[in-house]
């Protein structure tokens, strides 16, 4: 059985951008991640030993946007789809990264990466 985590606006500060105000001043960024996995040994077991962990990636995620400085989102979102692809159930995976305000007239700008173990 494959199932499949959402991780919902993960709502970060950290920073982000290249231009000088953008690195003194940590900046709000919103991620969302998508997980599947093999939950077959989790579905017949009921043990969480057997499941996606998604509480410890969480954590994880969390430490290292924020603990970081990041010129690009996309280096932002290449970063997380490491500790992804450290978790060994993972067999696919989305990440996008939002940034709000960025532009003038937009809610804000957002990149997307995917994973895939297969690749």
Do not use: W
Request: some cysteine; aromatic content about 6%.
């Amino acid at each position: 059985m494959i199932a499949t985590i959402h991780i919902k606006n993960l709502r970060l500060r950290t920073f982000i951008g290249f231009n000088e105000e953008e690195r003194i001043k940590k900046q709000d960024v919103v991620i969302n991640i998508t997980l599947n996995y093999d939950a077959s040994a989790a579905s017949q077991t009921d043990n969480v030993d057997d499941a996606c962990n998604y509480k410890v990636l969480t954590k994880q995620v969390i430490e290292r946007v924020e603990s970081q400085s990041f010129n690009l989102l996309e280096k932002m979102a290449a970063d997380i789809i490491e500790l992804i692809r450290e978790v060994d159930e993972v067999l696919q995976a989305e990440v996008e990264i939002d940034k709000p305000h960025a532009l003038r007239f937009a809610d804000s700008v957002s990149v997307k990466a995917t994973y895939n173990k297969s690749d």
